[in-house]
């Protein structure tokens, strides 16, 4: 059914910049079909009057496991160490499908009532992954997890499950669904082959499909790169032509070195996730990406290393970056030991606030978890009110105290914690919750309460299975 959304306060973008202003939005199906300026037409089909609230893009999360929410606040002296190696993957390996479709509810639903319309999930058993996420109504781009060298999908005779991950990608990215999109997904240089980073590349060059996957995440992932392979993980993805074939997202990123940004390329994305990256090793240097030309965008990963599925939570990490440099510069430490000058630090807190200024603008910031990421898939369009687009769309009550005094949506929709101003939703057209009750009809409703209870049984019992 068609019907329009109108509001004397509208974010649109023009020239990549989001500006709030009078306006209406027309959603037929999936997409939005039209968008202006001002009062919506006469005949616009279907208006629904949501008062002076803002209307607004669902926001895009470039980098997900939506499963891992099991795993909130577990980290543990894990942490100290391989977070994936030492937790993650104890636990993947007795993984069932119906673990994964039950678990990734959660995650969906989180994310959901965070204003997040699309995740780009990456984990394993595809085709239970997507299942899951579509029973919340969220929208997803899902990467099944494909692994042969190392890593929970490989047992200790050797096999592994790539293949049957491989047909999953296919059939995704062949069934059409409305909210469900495919991308081909290698987990990362040391637990896929050379000869399976080609056989990926193949099927996404075949079926037009991006590759998500995780890039010199760890210093593991280097020495093993380096010790197999004679190269750095972004060299051997350079030697054995993945990036001349295929647009690639890759998350992390921490140790890809200058030389390499400059020959990424515009056809890749890099995923920083702050908080995360903060738990598992630190956070990338976004302004070295920035000053590389690099396309980049942040997201949350997973709520076992960061606690939240909350995006906004990470901007206000990345703003913070301009400064907190200062506190370990040689400038500062010698200052404490009585043997610095007060001048020396404000001048290294000046230059780090300026290296990073580019990049902390809320205008620019809200741009990396919507318009940007919403472009990386040849398929859909998303986190964009624009003809074409998918038709994920988020209406906040701007009389909340979070917004108020309401003087600047945009740094609100960047700096503030917000989700709880969520009026309404809908996702690729479909309403989400209730208008005006939005939290707590998700919360409350009988799918919510069934996926819950189902989500509680489940992972009791596959801590069980992993010796916890």
């Known amino acids: 059914m068609a019907f329009t959304l109108a509001s004397r306060h509208v974010v649109l973008e023009a020239s990549s910049t989001p500006s709030v202003e009078e306006g209406w939005v027309i959603v037929e199906g999936s997409r939005i079909a039209s968008v202006g300026r001002g009062a919506p037409p006469d005949d616009a089909p279907n208006p629904i009057d949501v008062g002076d609230r803002l209307i607004a893009p669902a926001l ?9 929410s099991m795993l909130r606040g577990g980290l543990g002296r894990a942490a100290a160490g391989n977070v994936v190696e030492d937790l993650f993957y104890r636990i993947e390996r007795v993984l069932l499908p119906e673990d994964v479709r039950a678990l990734a509810r959660m995650g969906a639903y989180e994310s959901l009532l965070a204003g997040v319309g ?6 394993f058993f595809g085709e239970a992954l997507a299942a899951g996420l579509a029973d919340t109504g969220i929208a997803a781009v899902v990467a099944p997890t494909i ?4 890593g929970p999908s490989v047992d200790t005779a050797g096999r592994h499950r790539s293949d049957r991950e491989l047909a999953a990608t296919e059939t995704l990215a062949l069934a059409g669904m409305p909210r469900i999109f495919a991308a081909v997904g290698p987990h990362a240089t040391d637990t896929v082959s050379p000869a399976l980073w080609k056989q990926a590349s193949e099927l996404a060059e075949r079926l037009g499909l991006p590759l998500h996957a995780h890039l010199a995440q760890s210093p593991e992932e280097v020495h093993r790169a380096r010790d197999v392979h004679g190269t750095t993980p972004f060299g051997l993805l350079e030697r054995e032509g993945v990036l ?3 647009r690639g997202v890759f998350a992390h990123a921490l140790f890809v070195d200058d030389a390499e940004l400059a020959r990424l390329g515009p056809a890749h994305a890099l995923v920083a996730c702050p908080y995360s990256q903060l738990v598992f090793g630190f956070p990338a240097r976004v302004d070295r990406w920035e000053s590389a030309g690099a396309r980049w965008v942040v997201a949350t990963d997973c709520a076992a290393s960061n606690d939240s599925m909350q995006l906004r939570k990470e901007l206000r990490f990345l703003a913070g970056l301009r400064t907190v440099g200062a506190s370990f510069a040689g400038a500062y430490e010698a200052f404490l030991r009585g043997e610095g000058d007060v001048d020396d630090v404000a001048r290294t807190r000046r230059e780090g606030y300026e290296a990073f200024e580019a990049t902390a603008t ?9 318009s940007v990421p919403g472009a990386l898939h040849p398929h859909v369009r998303a986190g964009v009110l624009a003809p074409g687009a998918l038709a994920s769309i988020v209406v906040y009550d701007l009389e909340h105290p979070s917004f108020w005094p309401a003087t600047d949506p945009i740094a609100a929709l960047v700096m503030a914690d917000v989700d709880a101003a969520i009026h309404a939703m809908w996702v690729a057209g479909q309403p989400i919750g209730e208008r005006g009750d939005f939290h707590r009809s998700v919360v409350r409703s009988h799918a919510y309460r069934e996926h819950r209870a189902e989500a509680v049984a489940r992972l009791a019992d596959l801590k069980k299975r992993a010796g916890f």
């Open 244 to 246: 001349d074939r295929v």
């Open 118 to 123: 699309l995740v780009w999930d990456h984990y």
């Open 147 to 150: 692994q042969d060298v190392g």
């Open 362 to 370: 809320p205008a620019e910031l809200y741009t990396r978890i919507t």
């Open 60 to 68: 895009v999360n470039a980098h997900t496991h939506c499963v891992l």
